[in-house]
């Protein structure tokens, strides 16, 4: 066989010896699955949710297998940090009570919904998006981006949030102090839809920790990874990121591992 094959006995035995055994070739298998789960949640996703994807797809994996190989092949959820800046809310308008008072939990679809306001810089300047979550299935039902800090970027997103959810009256709306959450038009608008405010604890922010956990999501896995050029062109990239990737397809640890879209169909069914 060597001597039809060109290679000398040593060199042949050589190779039977390092042959790869079974487990190494399921553990190459595995990780060309491995890498697809990780592509399609962007880069953005580590072991637990790359365990979730593969057995979503009906891929036989154990978790610590698969962290095992993300380790050894350099495989790692990309994130990246920046500062935190706080906000102040000092103002003469009327403040909520805490009344979601971090039970941050519903049984059903528009019980209770969280919003909150962030930055973006662009070379244009900065852009300012309001987003609502709710608390059911961790989903993003209304955002909205404006060029001004005022109340109506956060309106336009609850007028979103209610053309698409189309609540009924008695919703629970938390938010922070912010002049754009106590402002009377804002509360005017609250009150015409029969919403139910509620405000973070002076200096506490884990009284809206689901709205400040989607913010370091979105920015440690999409914004501070881009330089935006324009506003227009921030829009949309986090169309895309809010829409098809973070509502329909990322999987969530508070929702078993399902994207928000996907425990909602569930829930609907159950």
């Known amino acids: 066989m060597c001597r039809v094959l060109g290679v000398s006995r040593s060199g042949y035995y050589l190779w039977e010896k390092h042959k790869k055994s079974e487990g190494q070739i399921e553990n190459d298998r595995l990780l060309v699955h491995?890498?697809?789960a990780y592509a399609r949640g962007r880069g953005t996703y580590g072991s637990p949710r790359v365990t979730a994807e593969l057995r979503a797809k009906g891929i036989p994996c154990g978790k610590n297998r698969?962290?095992?190989?993300?380790?050894?092949?350099?495989?790692?959820?990309?994130?990246?940090?920046?500062?935190?800046?706080?906000?102040?809310?000092?103002h003469d308008f009327l403040v909520a009570d805490n009344l979601l008072?971090?039970?941050?939990?519903?049984?059903?679809a528009n019980q209770v919904w969280v919003s909150d306001i962030t930055y973006i810089w662009t070379r244009e300047g900065w852009v300012y998006?309001?987003?609502i979550l709710d608390v059911f299935n961790r989903k993003i039902i209304g955002w909205?981006?404006?060029?001004?800090?005022?109340?109506?970027?956060?309106?336009?997103?609850?007028?979103?949030?209610?053309?698409?959810?189309?609540?009924?009256?008695?919703?629970?709306f938390h938010s922070d102090r912010g002049t754009q959450y106590t402002s009377y038009a804002f509360r005017d608008l609250m009150e015409q839809h029969g919403?139910?405010?509620?405000?973070?604890?002076?200096?506490?922010?884990?009284?809206?920790?689901?709205?400040?956990s989607f913010f370091h999501t979105l920015k440690t896995e999409l914004i501070y990874f881009e330089k935006y050029q324009t506003r227009r062109e921030a829009r949309g990239s986090i169309f895309e990121y809010i829409e098809v990737f973070y509502n329909c397809v990322r999987?969530?640890?508070?929702?078993?591992?399902?994207?928000?879209?996907?425990?909602e169909r569930k829930a609907c069914v159950t």
């Open 144 to 172: 909205s981006m404006d060029d001004r800090l005022s109340h109506e970027v956060i309106a336009n997103a609850l007028r979103k949030a209610i053309r698409q959810r189309k609540p009924k009256a008695g919703v629970l």
């Open 251 to 263: 999987r969530h640890s508070a929702l078993n591992y399902c994207s928000p879209a996907e425990f």
């Open 34 to 36: 491995i890498r697809d």
């Open 66 to 90: 698969v962290a095992r190989l993300m380790k050894s092949h350099w495989i790692k959820a990309k994130t990246k940090r920046r500062f935190k800046a706080t906000k102040k809310s000092k």
């Open 101 to 108: 008072n971090q039970r941050f939990s519903a049984d059903v």
């Open 195 to 212: 919403f139910i405010q509620s405000m973070n604890s002076s200096g506490n922010c884990y009284d809206n920790a689901l709205m400040e």
């Open 129 to 131: 998006l309001a987003a």
